[in-house]
C-alpha cells in the first residue's frame, strides 16, 4: 500500500505543480480552464489517496465524495480547453450549464446517504493491494456517465472538424486527445470489470496523462494554445497574410486576407494558390516589393505594397508568406499632393509652372518630329472690373465658367493652364494655322456666350487671345514662342479686346 499512496501522492504533486505553471505562464489569450483542468486530477487523486486510509465505510464514502468533487468536472473542463484551443468558447449561461450536471452529480454523490439513489450499494474492500470502494452504480449513475461521455465525443468532433485539418493544428491536437482518452479507456475497462479483482487503476493512467500534457506544456507551448496570442496577432493584422507551402499550396489566411479576397473564405487547406489566386501566383515571379492595384469598391481601384517572405527550415524553403500592405490612403495623398503640385486649386487645369514644362517638352518632340507649335495666349477682358462690382467670389466663379467653356472646344492632348490671375495658354502641335485660327474664334465665341447668375444677375465676360505658331525650320523656343503669342494678345487688347489676333514677323 506504501507505494500505491507513494504513487498517488506523486501525480497530485505534479498535478498542483502543473497548475501552478501553467496558471503563472498563461497569458491573456490562453485558456483559463487548462490550469483547473489540473486542479480537477489533483482532487481526483486525491480521493483514491484518502480512500488507502479508510478504515470503515464512513471514511472510504468520504473519500468518494472527494473523488466526484473533481472527477465530474474534466469532461466540461477539457471540452471548454479544446473550444477554446479553437477559438469557439460558448457565451457565460452555457459554460455555466455546462458545470450544472457535474455540480448536480456531486450533490448526489455527497447526499447519498439521505437520497441513495447514486448507488445500489457502496463496500470497503481491502485487497492485497490497497483498500478499495466496491461500488453498484444505480441507474442516475449512468445517466451522468451518458452526459460525460456526449462532451468527449464532441471533443473528439472538434478535433476532427477543426484541429486535425490544419497543419499548424493537428500536432497540438492530436496530443491534448491523446492525454485526455487515456483515463477515459482505464475507466472503460474498469466499468467493463476488466481489471484484476476489479481494481479500479484509473488514477494512475493520470501518470501518463500528466506526462504527455507536461510534454505540450514545455515543448509544444500548449499553454498559450496554438499559441493564441500570435493566431490572434495574425487573424486581425490589417496587413493581409497568406501562408502557402513550398509547393505553392495554401496553409493559411488571416481575416484581412479572406476579406481582400472572399474565394479564401471558403478556401480548403492544400489547394493550389494558383487555382484560387492567378493573378497573386503570378506575382511571386517577381522577387522585388512592388505595388499591386486591385479593383475595389464602387469602381476605386486600391493599392497595396506586395511582398513575399521565404520561410525556411535547415536551410531550405519550406513556404512563403505574402503580405498585402493596403497603401491607397498613401496613394491618394500622394495623388493629392501631385495634383495641388501640378494643378490650379480653383480651376483644376495644370498651373503656370506644369503647364510650362509639359508645353517646353512638347515642342522638343514636335521639332524631333518636324511638325509645328502653337500657343493660345488668352486674357479675361475688364476681368477687374467683374471684381470690383461684385467681389472676388463671384470673380472666382467667372474664372471657373471660362475654364469650363474653353476646355468644351480642346481636345484632351491639348495643354491647357492658368499662367496667372486671369491669364490662361493653351498649346498644341501639328495644327495648320487656318485650324488655329477658326479654333480660336469658337473659344472666343464658346465664352462671350456663356454666363453665370450671381445673385440674380447675369454676369458675362469676353476674352482675347493672342496666336503664335512655330514651324519645325524656325527653330524657336518655348520662351520666344509664349513671347510672340503675349505680343498677339496685346495687340487685341489695343484693337478693342474679344477678338483674336495672329503674330506675324513681329507685327499683326
Given amino acids: 500500500m506504501t507505494l500505491h499512496v507513494a504513487i498517488l501522492l506523486a501525480i ?33 487523486v486525491l480521493g483514491f489517496v484518502f480512500e488507502a486510509f479508510a478504515y470503515n465505510i464512513a471514511q472510504g464514502y468520504a473519500s468518494m465524495i472527494v473523488k466526484y468533487c473533481g472527477l465530474p468536472y474534466l469532461p466540461p473542463l477539457v471540452l471548454l480547453t479544446m473550444l477554446d484551443y479553437y ?11 455546462l458545470f450544472l450536471p457535474p455540480a448536480v452529480n456531486t450533490i448526489l454523490v455527497a447526499s447519498w446517504h439521505i437520497n441513495s439513489i447514486y448507488f445500489e450499494t457502496v463496500n470497503l474492500v481491502s485487497t492485497v493491494y490497497f483498500t478499495q470502494l466496491i461500488v453498484q452504480p444505480a441507474p442516475i449513475h449512468y445517466v451522468f456517465l451518458v452526459y460525460d461521455y456526449i462532451l468527449y465525443t464532441l471533443i473528439l468532433l472538434y478535433a476532427i472538424r477543426y484541429g486535425l485539418p490544419s497543419p499548424v493544428k493537428r500536432h497540438n491536437t492530436i496530443v491534448l486527445i491523446f492525454s485526455m482518452a487515456l483515463p477515459v479507456l482505464f475507466y472503460i475497462t474498469y466499468m467493463l470489470e476488466l481489471t484484476p479483482s476489479q481494481l479500479d487503476f484509473t488514477p494512475y493512467s493520470m501518470i501518463l496523462t500528466l506526462s504527455v500534457l507536461a510534454y505540450a506544456i514545455f515543448r509544444l507551448d500548449t499553454i498559450d494554445i496554438l499559441p493564441q496570442a500570435k493566431e490572434i496577432f495574425l487573424d486581425n493584422m490589417d496587413d493581409a497574410l497568406v501562408v502557402i507551402n513550398r509547393k505553392r499550396r495554401l496553409i493559411y489566411a488571416n481575416n484581412s486576407a479572406k476579406e481582400l479576397f472572399p474565394i479564401l473564405q471558403g478556401a480548403d487547406d492544400e489547394e493550389l494558390l494558383s487555382d484560387l489566386l492567378p493573378g497573386l501566383h503570378e506575382s511571386m515571379k517577381l522577387d522585388d516589393d512592388f505595388e499591386l492595384e486591385l479593383p475595389g469598391e464602387s469602381g476605386k481601384d486600391s493599392y497595396y505594397n506586395f511582398s513575399q517572405k521565404h520561410i525556411s527550415h535547415n536551410t531550405k524553403t519550406v513556404g512563403y508568406c505574402l503580405i498585402l500592405r493596403d497603401v491607397t490612403e498613401d496613394r491618394n495623398k500622394m495623388k493629392k499632393l501631385q495634383a495641388e503640385a501640378e494643378y490650379d486649386g480653383l480651376t483644376e487645369i495644370y498651373n503656370h509652372s506644369t503647364f510650362n514644362d509639359l508645353a517646353r517638352k512638347s515642342m522638343i518632340i514636335a521639332e524631333a518630329e518636324q511638325t509645328n507649335s502653337c500657343m493660345f495666349y488668352i486674357d479675361l477682358d475688364h476681368f477687374k472690373k467683374i471684381n470690383d462690382t461684385y467681389g472676388h467670389m463671384c470673380g472666382d466663379l467667372v474664372l471657373q465658367n471660362v475654364v469650363e467653356a474653353i476646355k468644351e472646344k480642346l481636345r484632351r492632348s491639348d495643354l491647357f493652364g492658368r499662367l496667372g490671375g486671369e491669364e490662361f495658354g493653351v498649346f498644341f502641335t501639328n495644327i495648320p494655322l487656318e485650324s488655329a485660327w477658326i479654333l480660336a474664334e469658337k473659344i472666343r465665341q464658346s465664352v462671350g456666350e456663356s454666363a453665370i447668375t450671381y445673385q440674380g444677375k447675369k454676369v458675362s465676360v469676353t476674352i482675347s487671345i493672342g496666336i503664335a505658331i512655330s514651324e519645325p525650320d524656325q527653330d524657336l523656343t518655348y520662351v520666344a514662342l509664349r513671347e510672340q503669342a503675349d505680343s498677339a494678345l496685346y495687340i487685341a487688347k489695343n484693337n478693342g479686346r474679344n477678338r483674336v489676333e495672329i503674330f506675324t514677323n513681329g507685327e499683326n
Avoid at 19 to 44: D, E, G, N, W
Avoid at 87 to 97: E, F, Q, S, T
Fill in 87 to 97: 477559438r469557439h468558447r460558448p457565451k457565460l449561461p452555457v459554460v455555466a450549464l
Fill in 12 to 44: 497530485v504533486a505534479t498535478s498542483f505543480t502543473l497548475l501552478v505553471i501553467t496558471y503563472r505562464k498563461k497569458s491573456v489569450y490562453s485558456s483559463i480552464f487548462f490550469p483547473i483542468v489540473f486542479l480537477a486530477i489533483a482532487i481526483y
